[in-house]
C-alpha cells in the first residue's frame, strides 16, 4: 500500500521506467553486459521510489496515557529544551530522525484538539543539524487533551525534502495514530512534551510510528 502523497509521482517513475527499459533493450541489445547492469541500474530507483511511498497498515491501540511515535526513525534527542515558538517555556523535546529508507509516514502522537498549526519556509539543512528545528523549511503543530494537556510535534525537512504535507488544521478533532501528513525525502520530527512526562526510549532507539510509546502520563 503506498500513500496518496506519493501517486503522482509513481506513476511518473512508472512511466520513466518503461520507457528507459525500452530505450535500454533497443540500444544496448548487442552488448549483453551493459543492457543488464544499466537495467538493474534503473530498476533499483524505481524500487527506492516505491519503497519511500510505501504506507503500511498499522493497528493503533488508543491510549490517552501514551504518546506514540509520529514516525519511524532513530531517537536522536532527548532533552529539556526552551521552546520558543508556541509555549515560550521550557519543554522536554524528543526527536526521531527518518533516514530515505525509513516510512515518511506522519501519525498523530495522540488524540484530541489541534490548537495551533502553522507551516514555517525556511532552509534545508541536514535534519541532524542542531538548527534544523528553527531554520528550516517545518510545520508546527499543537494538540491538546485532557491527560496531557498540549503537546507540541513539528515536522522538519531535511537536506533533501523539498515538500512538508501538514493535514492538521487548527479546530480539529483527531485520533492518535492517524496520518497526520508526510515528508518527502529525509527528514525529522521533534515531540515537546510537559516537563515531567516519563520517557519510554532512549537515545539511538529504532522507533515505529504509531506502535512505539514514546512517553508515557503516570
Excluded: C
Amino acid at each position: 500500500m503506498f500513500h496518496k502523497e506519493g501517486y503522482k509521482i509513481i506513476f511518473i517513475s512508472l512511466v520513466s521506467f518503461v520507457a528507459a527499459i525500452i530505450l535500454i533493450d533497443e540500444f544496448t541489445a548487442s552488448i549483453p553486459w551493459l543492457r543488464m547492469t544499466l537495467m538493474l541500474v534503473v530498476l533499483f530507483f524505481f524500487v527506492m521510489i516505491l519503497q519511500f511511498f510505501r504506507n503500511p497498515k498499522r493497528t493503533v491501540a488508543l491510549n490517552e496515557s501514551h504518546i506514540i511515535a509520529p514516525v519511524d526513525g532513530k531517537v536522536v534527542v532527548i532533552e529539556e529544551v526552551f521552546e520558543a515558538e508556541y509555549f515560550k517555556d521550557k519543554r522536554l523535546q524528543v526527536s526521531i530522525f527518518m533516514s530515505p529508507i525509513n516510512v515518511h509516514v506522519t501519525r498523530y502522537a495522540m488524540s484530541g484538539k489541534i490548537n495551533f498549526s502553522k507551516y514555517h519556509p525556511g532552509k534545508y539543512l541536514v535534519a541532524w543539524h542542531p538548527k534544523a528545528s528553527t531554520e528550516n523549511e517545518r510545520t508546527t503543530v499543537v494538540i491538546e487533551n485532557n491527560t496531557f494537556g498540549e503537546i507540541l510535534y513539528r515536522q522538519i525537512a531535511g537536506a533533501l525534502a523539498k515538500r512538508i504535507v501538514n493535514y492538521a488544521q487548527e479546530g480539529m478533532q483527531v485520533i492518535q495514530g492517524e496520518d497526520a501528513g508526510f515528508i518527502k525525502f529525509g527528514s525529522r520530527v521533534d515531540l515537546y512534551l510537559p516537563l515531567g512526562t516519563k520517557v519510554n526510549v532512549k537515545l539511538n532507539e529504532k522507533a515505529v510510528g504509531g506502535k512505539t510509546i514514546i512517553a508515557i502520563k503516570e
